[in-house]
Nanobody
Framework: QVQLVESGGGLVQPGGSLRLSCAAS????????MGWYRQAPGEQRELVAG???????DYADSVKGRFTVSGDNVKNTMYLQMNSLKSEDTAVYYC??????????WGQGTQVTVSS
């Protein structure tokens, strides 16, 4: 059973940066796709950024040019570098991974709060 554990969330001022990490208990190469989702209070969970096992990436329009998703197969960790943060980026951020067999794994979430 693979576990995903997020870290790196916190309170940051508008315009600031944070880097989220998603550490997998097993090899992230087991996942054909991984991604970061977020959920703000009263809102549905939305996809923020995704990365395939081949290294292709995709982003929500709202974060393009500001966020960067990457993976480290040696450290079995996925990252989300978030720059130029805005108040509307405030949410709980979740790590997700899907295996080739179609099994989905989720982390427990990490809170990101952008406020002055």
């Amino acid at each position: 059973q693979v576990q995903l554990v997020e870290s790196g969330g916190g309170l940051v001022q508008p315009g600031g940066s944070l880097r989220l990490s998603c550490a997998a208990s097993g090899s992230i190469s087991n996942f054909v796709i991984m991604g970061w989702y977020r959920q703000a209070p009263g809102e549905q969970r939305e996809l923020v950024a995704g990365i395939t096992s081949g290294g292709s990436t995709d982003y929500a329009d709202s974060v393009k040019g500001r966020f960067t998703v990457s993976g480290d197969n040696v450290k079995n960790t996925m990252y989300l570098q978030m720059n130029s943060l805005k108040s509307e980026d405030t949410a709980v951020y979740y790590c997700h991974g899907r295996t080739g067999a179609g099994r989905n794994y989720w982390g427990q979430g990490t809170q990101v709060t952008v406020s002055s």
